[in-house]
Nanobody
């Protein structure tokens, strides 16, 4: 019913920037949901990156990305973004967007729908 499609991943040098997008695709009008970004590096658990509510008033970030990443959304386009600046090699991971029908959360299990992920590789 709800599909999330990430894009914008790729290879970037340390210190560079990248902007990820996540488009919401659904057969019905999307709900006024919260959106989140998570990432999972090889051999590690899925890590919270950022979340944002429908009105963009509530925005939270993981400690490892605060002051470097910015989450935003354009509801008219059914799209959420993750602007990543000052990238570090440790940011290398598969990045996933996710949708929560009710509230913002830092917990992966709270989310109702997930995208397939987009790969971000940060080299030295």
């Amino acid at each position: 019913q709800v599909q999330l499609v990430e894009s914008g991943g790729g290879l970037v040098q340390a210190g560079g920037s990248l902007r990820l997008s996540c488009a919401e695709v659904s057969g019905r009008t999307p709900t006024r949901s919260a959106m989140g970004w998570f990432r999972q590096a090889a051999g590690k658990e899925r890590e919270f990156v950022a979340t944002i509510n429908w009105s963009c008033i509530l925005r939270y970030y993981g400690d490892s990305v605060k002051d470097r990443f910015t989450i935003s959304r354009d509801n008219a386009k059914n799209t959420v973004y993750l602007q990543m600046n000052s990238l570090k090699p440790e940011d290398t991971a598969v990045y996933y967007c996710a949708l929560n029908r009710d509230y913002v959360s830092r917990v992966p299990n709270d989310y109702d729908y997930w995208g397939q992920g987009t790969v971000v590789t940060v080299s030295l």
